[in-house]
């Protein structure tokens, strides 16, 4: 039987203090937990040391980018969990799967339309919106998700101390803005004003994602000004792609059991 000797599989590279103090001061700290491991896929493909460089680098790139996506999308006021990789649907959930997928792409974004996702309470609305989010801020695009309430009431403040003219401006500049629960309950004449103004910066020059409870007909009656908020309907809808969802509630089916109807789907049960 052949044995290996230490010598013949090569030495084992501890990272050591000196090392680790040289990785922290080239704020390279990342590589320390990673070098073993590469050191001796090195030795196994038998690398010289510009692929190795490269490799070591390559990973201190995707460290990177990882850490500055997470940090823009927290910016962004992205939920970490709702992921496309965290997706799930039940089987009843109806949407056009085609048009989902198409939208991952982006392209939307390039063209400077807008999308629309509408449908009742619990379907995943929110979550397919902020997954996008996450997907323009891997593309490094700049996003800005908000619950539609909570921007009025932003803008509303931003009236205080004369900053509305930048918030604006900033918005406007965003390339993908996220409304979510859009019309959830009516807009007063400040508010209306703002989605008018909003929208007439943002159109044709950058996309907005709008999730609502409601057919963009009923928007309409939501609003203090229906010439204003029909204007800004107009334009926001004129280049959407609208993507329904219909289903039951998915939030209904994480609620508690109580015990009492245990027992009874348990006796049901054994009954037959």
Partial sequence: M????????????????????????????????????????????????????????SDEVTRRESRSATLRARTAGLDPAMRWETWTEPDDLRYDRGLASDLTS????????????????????THLAHALGHAAIRRRLSVVASRADKLFTRLRAARLDNTLAAEMRRLAR??????????????????TNDFYELVVERHHKASTIVTSNRE??????????????????????????????EGPSYRQRDRPTRRADLDSESEDHDAH
């Avoid at 320390?32 to 030795?43: C, G, I, N």
């Avoid at 629960?181 to 807009?187: E, T, V």
């Avoid at 963009?216 to 926001?236: K, N, V, Y």
Wanted: proline content about 4%; charged content about 25%; glycine content about 6%.
């Fill in 174 to 191: 965003v390339d993908l803005l996220i409304l979510d629960d859009f019309a959830l309950r009516s807009l007063d004449a400040i508010e």
């Fill in 106 to 125: 982006l392209a939307f974004t390039e063209a400077g339309h807008n999308v629309l996702i509408l449908g009742p309470v619990g379907v995943g609305k």
């Fill in 2 to 57: 052949t044995t290996t000797t230490r010598e013949e599989a090569g030495p084992i590279d501890p990272v050591s203090t000196d090392l680790t103090r040289i990785l922290r001061t080239l704020k390279l700290g990342g590589l320390k937990d990673t070098l073993p491991e590469r050191l001796a896929l090195a030795r196994t493909r038998k690398m010289g040391h510009a692929a190795f460089l490269e490799l070591l680098l």
């Fill in 216 to 245: 963009p007909a009923e928007w309409l009656t939501m609003t203090s000004d229906a010439l204003l908020a029909q204007s800004a309907i107009d334009r926001l809808t004129s280049a959407a792609h609208t993507l329904i969802i």
